[in-house]
Each structure stands twice: as structure tokens, then as C-alpha cells.
């Protein structure tokens, strides 16, 4: 099954939620719903995707969780939960009762503390996502990361998945310190990665030539077993939509073999996350 990794929606009439957009995006300043993707994933042969909070708010991840149910492509949701408040443990093993959701996100990259990933008070949420079986996904930028392979060195079994290859700056050209972080993150086997969100980041004059070797090196750190496709769709409209990423993907990775694809395709977030969902259901 091929699956998009990594999908947005939301409803500007909530807009006080969703701080990082405003009336001077028009791309993104409108509501996004599951008949706006749909036929972009009929195009591809998209069978399902990841939904993936992009407010640090319960009401949104509730919201996401009751769209699932009634989406059929939804496959799956990552959600938000506050790690800092006393009572996480318990709001994760609540999220954890939904059929739906597969993992956690805190928006990291937006807390002005860098050191946040090492507070000893979200501990606690770690711990909880590791006994409830779900994922965290790391939306983090380079500065973080090396804070990031601390939490892996107290929490060796939490199943983390970096998000836009953790935004590398490619348009400074400056990547040799994310390079060397990446690699080591790389060397924990319970880690992944997505391929996404990186044209965004190039900004709008990005050409795959820009992006080839920020993507030949996240397949070197991870590999085609440990890499996962995603969209960033809606945000994706601010580079040139959805078409174009996913053409631009399947040449950046066309010399991979068939079942190498397959997995950088929908393999691996099929493993990562849906995987997950089936053996707690069954538990």
C-alpha cells in the first residue's frame, strides 16, 4: 500500500490555533478537508495516509481522531498532548484507547527553550508513550538533534521518526553540522526519518539538483528500511504542491530497487505506524 506519511487539514476559522499562518498565505490560509486531498492521492495510487496534528492543542487532536473514523484514507493520526503537564500519562493512555491514533507531537520547534527535549518533567510523557506503544514524532530543527540522541541514550525503546529530515537549511548551504548529526542519530536502529517537507525549506526557487544530496544522505544515515515519503500537504503548497514533490521524490530515489521503493513509499510507515495500531487492538 502506498501511503503518505505526513498530511495536514484544518479550518481557518480557527485560526487563533494556528499561530505559524495568516491571511498573507493564501495558499495557506484556507481550510483543508479530506475532499481537497483525495483526488491528489487518486492521481498517485495512494492508498492511505498519516495525519498529523499541526496545532499544539487537544481540541485539534479530538478533531483529528473524530475525522479519522469518518475518512477512509486516514489511516492513521499523530496527535499533541502537553508532555509538561502532571497528568500526560493519563491523557496518553486515554489518546492510546482510539483505534486511530498511532503517535505523539510536540511542536518543538516552536518552544523557545532548546533544552526542552531534556526537561526531567515530560519524562514522565516519554515513559508513557513507550508503555502505550505509540511513536514520537521529532519536529525539530538541526539544533536539536544532538538534545534528541540524549533522549534515546535514557529511552532506547521509544520509537522516534524525524520529521522533514529535520529541516536542514539548505538554502544557507551550511550543512555540515546536520550532516554529522543526522549520522549519529542514524546509528540508533529504532529510529526513522521522513522524506518530507524538504522543498519547503529550499524555499521557492528549489530545484532537485538542491535537493539530491540533502536526500543521497538521508539514504545513507537511514537507508530505504528506515525512510519514510510524506507529503507536508498543505504546507506543501508553498513549493509548488503536490504533483511535483511526489515526481520530484520518485526521481530523487529511481535508483533504489523495486521492494526498496516500496518501502520509502508505504512499506516502512505501514511497519512504523499501522503496524502498531493492529497489535494494540489485538493486546
Known amino acids: 500500500m502506498k501511503i503518505d506519511s505526513h498530511q495536514h487539514f484544518w479550518e481557518v476559522r480557527h485560526e487563533a490555533t494556528y499561530p505559524w499562518m495568516s491571511p498573507d498565505q493564501p495558499a495557506l490560509y484556507r481550510d483543508y478537508a479530506p475532499a481537497d486531498l483525495a483526488p491528489l492521492l487518486s492521481a498517485h495510487g495512494i492508498e492511505g495516509t498519516i495525519l498529523v496534528q499541526a496545532a499544539p492543542t487537544d481540541s485539534e487532536t479530538d478533531a483529528l481522531l473524530a475525522l479519522a473514523e469518518r475518512t477512509d484514507f486516514v489511516k492513521g493520526v499523530v496527535g499533541w498532548c502537553q508532555f509538561a503537564d502532571p497528568a500526560a500519562p493519563a491523557r496518553i493512555a486515554a489518546l492510546a484507547r482510539s483505534p486511530w491514533l498511532c503517535g505523539l507531537r510536540p511542536m518543538v520547534q516552536d518552544i523557545m527553550d532548546d533544552d526542552w527535549l531534556l526537561r526531567e518533567d515530560i519524562h514522565p510523557a516519554f515513559d508513557a508513550l513507550v508503555a502505550q506503544r505509540l511513536t514520537f514524532d521529532a519536529l525539530v530543527h538541526p539544533r536539536h538533534l544532538r538534545r534528541l540522541s540524549r533522549i534515546l541514550a535514557r529511552c532506547p525503546t521509544l520509537d522516534i521518526v524525524i520529521d522533514h529530515g529535520a529541516k536542514p537549511t539548505i538554502p544557507s548551504g551550511q550543512l555540515q553540522e ?88 508505504g512499506g516502512n510507515a505501514q511497519r512504523f505506524y499501522l503496524d502498531r495500531l493492529a497489535l494494540r487492538a489485538g493486546s
Request: with cysteine; glycine share 10%; hydrophobic share 40%.
Open 178 to 265: 546536520w550532516r554529522d548529526d543526522m549520522a549519529a542519530l542514524a546509528r540508533h536502529p529504532g529510529i526513522l526519518c521522513k522524506l518530507s517537507g524538504l522543498v519547503t525549506e529550499c524555499g521557492g526557487d528549489w530545484s532537485i539538483d538542491r535537493l539530491r544530496p540533502v536526500v543521497a544522505h538521508l539514504l545513507d544515515c537511514f537507508g530505504p528500511d528506515r525512510l519514510m515519503w510524506g507529503s507536508d500537504w498543505p504546507v506543501l503548497n508553498l513549493a509548488g504542491g503536490y504533483d511535483h514533490w511526489w515526481e520530484t521524490a520518485q526521481t530523487l530515489t529511481s535508483h533504489l530497487s523495486v521492494n526498496e521503493r516500496d518501502a520509502v513509499f
